[in-house]
């Protein structure tokens, strides 16, 4: 232990706060809270570690302490911080969205929609659903099945789904008030679970549509028969109480812990999340940092259950609701049913590629082969155009090898030779590190260019010019296509032993093509349809809209009978459109 770490031990006080551990670069690469700052933070020092834990504590120059009121304010306090620094060391849940709500609108406009949030007092709200998809399987089931609005404001003039039978078109006519409740009540009752009425009113509806040799129609009575089937098989476990729970538990095997949280809304089990993550010192402590993390994207429910006291000690002072154990009954098979999902979560991660596995190794490597400091924070560039229209740039950035998505960007591209992708990449790079240099933002660690040797240099050249010291490579393909390695300035390639760090790089130079081209093509479809649009009387903004949304791309607007435009827009700037569109 060095002199200035002494130091800064006997300079601890018996007092709650954030600790954050400084490499020898000044960078923060942990960040931790503590009850008692001089009992935590010595333990690191004074105690023999291993592992994850001990790679740490040699890395560390040296430490700062923040000094809190209370334990609390400290959590909140370190959960910023991770968020605003990405230290290295710190383990963070990658699931970084808040779950999906099906939200019904209250009062006399009912309609059903997807929120990320239950802030909006005007919706009733349920789940929120660990998974999306499971959340618009359910959503989409329901528009089918009740006659509500499907709009996200009432048009003009009734849409494809009132002439189907799927809405009541409050459009043009009136909906009587008793009618719009009586429909909230039954998705409410749907979404608690009890659909058998539902059910047996679409069973009706098949067979007779069958007897009428209506078989288009019966099929798709069969399909709803089957996608509700499927909702209550994914839901089959019910609590008769209908609280809302969440039942966790963990395991944990050759350095790594997996984590597991089956989540019931209403009694009702909604899904199951599993997080595997690197083991980081003592394993109760870690799981009350995941599941204190967890509660930072998803609500708090009325009740927990984790069968492990030291847990329930350490989350208890931050959670304000029921947190208990399970020792026998119902609850107790449904934590041993959530336990085999945890294991079975990390069979699936020993099973795979493992792209996970040792990402800071790899980094090290990386750094250690290209002679600069182990890259930690990468930013990739890429750029996009057909035949120079809509010309864009796009940049990801990853740090300690995951995509940190919040830092992503988009460029349009302001100069007037669209084709010159040199000049386009000299424009994106120079205007982002502008900013950043201007709002004092962190800069990183290495920037990595999609493109041949002309493009490095180019990259090279504009970093320089804005006096920055960011070394700068590009992603070297061979002559399948496939990421090879790096390559310099000097157009010296770099070549890497270990086959994960190719997987590595390819993966990241796979996400910002996908960013750059997924830009890309929404700016040529919204010029595409605005250009058809132009010049047809009586197309303003709104009508657009709805055209838009309703009609995804070209070919399938072009298809559209006249009949089927009429239902969006007025009969005269339907005709003025097929015409266009004919031409």
């Known amino acids: 232990m060095t002199e200035k770490l002494k130091q800064l031990i006997n300079n601890l006080k018996h007092l709650p706060g954030v600790y954050l551990m400084h490499d020898k670069d000044g960078k923060i690469i942990y960040v931790g809270k503590a009850k008692d700052l001089q009992k935590r933070v010595s333990q690191y020092f004074l105690r023999p570690q291993s592992g994850k834990v001990f790679k740490m504590v040699q890395s560390v120059d040296y430490f700062e302490t923040i000094i809190t009121s209370n334990e609390k304010e400290a959590l909140v306090l370190e959960m910023n911080l991770i968020q605003e620094h990405y230290p290295r060391f710190n383990i963070l849940l990658k699931d970084d969205k808040h779950y999906p709500y099906i939200a019904l609108r209250k009062g006399k406009d009912p309609f059903l929609t997807i929120k990320r949030n239950d802030f909006d007092k005007k ?23 009740f006659p509500l609005r499907k709009c996200n404001k009432i048009p003009s003039s009734p849409c494809l789904y009132y002439h189907i039978g799927n809405c009541l078109a409050p459009c043009i006519k009136e909906v009587p008030e008793s009618l719009l409740s009586d429909l909230s009540s039954k998705i409410k009752d749907f979404l608690k679970g009890d659909n058998l009425e539902v059910q047996q009113n679409i069973k009706e509806k098949m067979i007779k549509a069958s007897e009428n040799e209506d078989f288009e129609t019966a099929l ?10 499927h909702i209550n098989d994914s839901q089959n476990v019910e609590i008769k109480d ?35 993550v690197d083991a980081f010192g003592d394993l109760e402590e870690q799981i009350s940092d995941l599941i204190l993390q967890f509660y930072q994207k998803s609500p708090l429910p009325k009740e927990i259950i984790i069968n492990s006291s030291k847990v329930i000690e350490n989350i208890e002072p931050f959670l304000s609701c029921n947190i208990s154990e399970a020792k026998t009954g119902k609850f107790y098979e449904l934590v041993l049913n959530c336990s085999t999902n945890a294991n079975n979560a990390l069979d699936e991660y020993f099973m795979s590629a493992r792209l996970d596995d040792d990402k800071l190794e790899m980094l090290t490597e990386i ?3 290209l002679g600069i400091n182990t890259p930690f924070h990468i930013e990739l560039f890429d750029n996009s155009h057909l035949q120079g229209s809509s010309s864009v740039g796009a940049m990801v950035a990853f740090i300690n090898g995951e995509p940190a998505k919040k830092l992503y960007r988009k460029f349009h591209i302001e100069h007037e030779e669209k084709r010159d992708d040199l000049l386009s990449m000299k424009e994106v790079i120079s205007r982002h590190y502008s900013r950043l240099i201007k709002e004092e933002r962190k800069l990183p660690d290495l920037i990595l260019v999609d493109g041949g040797l002309r493009q490095i240099q180019t990259a090279d050249k504009t970093i320089k010019d804005l006096n920055l010291n960011i070394p700068v490579f590009g992603l070297f393909k061979n002559d399948k296509h496939q990421t090879k390695g790096l390559m310099g ?22 996400e910002v093509h996908r960013f750059a081209i997924s830009f890309h093509k929404s700016l040529r479809k919204k010029a595409m349809t605005s250009s058809i649009f132009d010049g047809i009387k009586g197309l303003g903004k709104r009508r657009r ?13 072009k298809e559209a009978t006249i009949e089927e435009l009429e239902q969006y827009i007025p009969s005269e700037v339907a005709r003025a459109l097929k015409n266009k569109l004919n031409n």
Not at 126 to 142: C, D, H, R, V
Not at 545 to 557: A, Q, R
Request: aromatic fraction near 16%; hydrophobic fraction near 40%.
């Open 123 to 145: 919706f009733d709200y349920f789940g929120p659903f660990p998974n999306s998809g499971a959340a618009y399987e359910t959503i989409n089931l329901l528009n089918k099945i």
């Open 220 to 229: 798709e009575y069969k399909k709803i028969l089957t996608a509700i089937k």
């Open 242 to 276: 209908k609280k809302d729970r969440d039942i966790f538990a963990f395991t944990s095997r050759e350095a790594y812990i997996s984590l597991a949280v089956l989540i019931y809304r209403s009694g009702i089990l909604l899904g199951k999340k599993t997080f595997v």
């Open 367 to 369: 750094g250690d082969t």
């Open 489 to 510: 300035v000097d157009e010296k390639i770099y070549d890497f032993q270990n086959n994960n760090i190719f997987f590595m790089l390819a993966r990241m130079q796979d």
């Open 545 to 557: 809209e709805i055209l838009e949304k309703s009609f995804p791309d070209i070919n399938t607007l």
